[in-house]
């Protein structure tokens, strides 16, 4: 049962570019949430997406902004890319019938995301 | 502005006894409550939940405490095993959609 899968595992990007980040969600899932972990610290909230569309978002920028297809699979796209977006960017799932509350998320193991 | 803490960067535990992981948070709008495990080099895997209308949780060596009028929760491991050596995140949502994750706790058992 494959779990969430993203690509790539690794990225370097220069300041001022684009990057798009992707995500399949477990098979199962509906629901797309992206988290940005910095170095030492602990993940990041940045949005859910549900039914393709993006159901709730914390505090990050509009630079920041995702896509969920039909089949569930969802993108990150981070827009004029600064030093301070390098971090470790996860992608977690999880089911209607099993919420996160509950149940936690599954994460994928995420991209690394380096900005130079 | 850090509504969910984790006071103690690191913890080593010998093998079989009791590993106490802490918790804090200051959101009384949060009512439910997650640890997760993760390895290096991996996405955190799911522990263990809570919600506020409880105060305590068991799943197998895992138990989970909740302190409502203190903000406070903790994970305790009986017995801890080496294979348990891995950063500990506690997670706090109001919503159950947008979690707050705390900055992690690493376990070391030693064996």
């Known amino acids: 049962d494959a779990g969430v899968t993203q690509s790539p595992t690794h990225l370097i990007k220069t300041r001022g570019q684009q990057v798009t980040l992707r995500c399949s969600p477990k098979?199962?899932?509906?629901?797309v949430s992206w988290y940005q972990q910095a170095l030492g610290q602990g993940p990041q909230f940045i949005f859910q997406?549900?039914?393709?569309?993006?159901?709730q978002r914390g505090n990050f920028p509009d630079r920041f902004s995702g896509h969920q297809f039909p089949n569930y699979s969802s993108e990150l796209n981070v827009n004029a890319l600064l030093l301070g977006d390098s971090a470790l960017y996860l992608c977690?799932?999880?089911?209607?019938?099993?919420?996160?509350?509950?149940?936690?998320?599954?994460f994928g193991s995420g991209t690394r995301l380096t900005v130079v | 502005d850090q509504q969910v803490k984790q006071n103690s960067p690191s913890l080593s535990v010998q093998e079989g006894r009791i590993s106490i992981l802490n918790c804090d948070y200051t959101?009384?709008?949060?009512?439910?409550f997650l640890w997760y495990k993760k390895y290096p080099a991996e996405g955190p895997t799911f522990l263990i939940s809570i919600s506020s209308i409880k105060d305590k949780n068991e799943d197998g060596r895992f138990t989970v405490f909740l302190n409502k009028s203190a903000k406070h929760l903790s994970l305790h491991i009986v017995p801890s095993q080496p294979g348990d050596s891995a950063v500990y995140f506690c997670?706090?949502?109001?919503?159950?959609?947008?979690?707050?994750f705390g900055t992690g706790t690493s376990l070391t058992v030693i064996p």
């Open positions: 977690a799932s999880s089911s209607p019938g099993q919420g996160a509350a509950n149940y936690g998320y599954t």
């Open positions: 098979s199962g899932h509906d629901t």
């Open positions: 997670a706090a949502s109001g919503t159950g959609n947008q979690f707050y």
């Open positions: 997406y549900y039914e393709e569309e993006e159901r």
């Open positions: 959101n009384s709008m949060f009512d439910y």
